[in-house]
């Protein structure tokens, strides 16, 4: 595991909280609240959150749509100096895509104990560097208290 910074705890938390403000905008729409950026230079590139009802699109994750953007955004597929930030661990669909972004690095808040990437033994690209742990508790509080309120 990397070591990480002070410095760099505090970078990771502040672009965690953008990618929090894409899980609430999940939520207003009945979403799975799930949001993620990609950062790119100090600079935020792409957004997304969860739109599966939305858009009747069972991959309309929060990440695949940051993707999209941020490839429009760089004009290329790859995302080899970027980072993702998303509120919780990325699922096997998210991981494999993210492999053939080859995105330098993934941030995540909320493990996913279920459905996350690392249960299934999915491989990240070789050069992808991965960090969990960010706001956890915040990141985790917005899924659970959704799927609370449904089962009301």
């Known amino acids: 595991m990397p070591i990480i910074t002070e410095d760099q705890l505090k970078i990771d938390e502040r672009y965690m909280r953008e990618a929090l403000k894409q899980a609430v905008l999940a939520s207003h729409k ?3 609240p799930i949001g993620a950026i990609i950062v790119c230079d100090s600079k935020i590139i792409a957004k997304g959150f969860n739109q599966t009802e939305t858009l ?17 955004y760089l004009n290329g597929k790859y995302l080899r100096e970027c980072t ?16 053939w972004t080859q995105i ?10 279920k459905r996350g ?6 491989l ?7 960090m969990g742990g960010i706001l956890p508790e915040e990141c985790g ?5 959704f799927f609370a309120a449904k089962r009301k």
Do not use: W
């Not at 993702?84 to 492999?99: H, I, K, Q, R, S």
């Not at 990437?117 to 999915?122: L, S």
């Not at 990240?124 to 991965?130: A, D, Q, S, V």
């Not at 509080?141 to 208290?145: A, P």
């Open 117 to 122: 990437y690392h249960k299934q033994g999915i």
């Open 141 to 145: 509080k917005m899924v659970s208290d």
């Open 84 to 99: 993702l930030y998303v509120t919780v661990e990325p699922c096997v669909m998210c991981a494999g895509a993210a492999y």
């Open 124 to 130: 990240l690209h070789p050069k992808t560097k991965i």
């Open 30 to 32: 009945n979403e799975v």
């Open 56 to 72: 009747n699109d069972v991959t309309a994750h929060a990440e695949m749509i940051a993707f999209t953007a941020a490839a429009s």
């Open 104 to 113: 330098d690095r993934i941030v995540y808040g909320a493990p996913d104990e």
